[in-house]
């Protein structure tokens, strides 16, 4: 069993005596099979702790927040018959100072040149930290594209004022985005997607784009999808 290239569907697994389970859904696993859902004593704590909250942590290796699935790990594949995981070797090219830049700049102009052919809209995630800088230094001048970031009150005001700063240094007109406060139909509709739902600062970003930005035709570049886009 193999994640699919860029591990954006996790694969969860378990074995049990000689039956075993994969699914990229826990839900799905959980509703069809004969397992209860069980958060361990132990994971409590750390999905009770200001830090997990805070600081939007998950845990670590294979382990998922239940008593019964694991998480096959990018760059690694499973072994069905002994019940194994094993890393996929890789090697990285050498390479000196100016080709790893000019390697970088072709890559991430040539990814978004991509999202500009494929999608009408793409709404593009800036932040104050190094991954926004370095692709606010190319300035790939993406069509069809709005650069913004979310301004949630007292919660991220550094990152807004940085994010201007680096937008305006590079003429690209920043959208600032208030999200409003969660609705409860938006968080009813919020907690069906998971088996346990987490409600942050930054999930008002999730129902502001599900109420302005849901669309077949359009990209949002941000999150996860960022990082792999960088």
């Not at 018959?81 to 991430?108: C, E, F, G, N, W």
């Not at 991220?156 to 406060?181: A, C, R």
């Amino acid at each position: 069993i193999l994640n699919d290239a860029r591990a954006q569907r996790q694969v969860f697994y378990h074995f049990d005596n000689e039956s075993f389970y994969c699914t990229s859904s826990p839900q799905l696993f959980y509703k069809l099979s004969k397992f209860p859902f069980e958060i361990p004593t132990d994971k409590k704590v750390i999905l009770t702790s200001r830090r997990y909250k805070v600081l939007d942590e998950w845990f670590p290796g294979d382990e998922y927040l239940d008593t019964y699935l694991k998480r096959l790990l990018p760059n690694f594949y499973l072994e069905i018959t002994s019940k194994q995981t094993k890393r996929i070797p890789y090697s990285v090219a050498k390479m000196d100072k100016d080709k790893l830049k000019s390697y970088l700049k072709k890559q991430i102009i040539g990814a978004a040149e991509a999202c500009a052919f494929r999608h009408e809209n793409i709404l593009f995630g800036v932040t104050g930290g190094s991954d926004s800088r370095l692709i606010l230094s190319l300035n790939p001048n993406l069509k069809n594209t709005t650069y913004f970031i979310y301004d949630r009150e007292e919660k991220n005001k550094i990152d807004v004022e940085i994010s201007k700063q680096l937008t305006k240094k590079k003429g690209i007109t920043l959208k600032v985005i208030q999200p409003p406060p969660l609705s409860v139909s938006f968080l009813e509709f919020y907690k069906k997607q998971f088996l346990h739902p987490r409600v942050i600062s930054k999930t008002q970003n999730y129902q502001w784009l599900k109420e302005n930005f849901e669309t077949n035709k359009s990209i949002v570049i941000t999150g996860y999808s960022g990082e792999i886009f960088r």
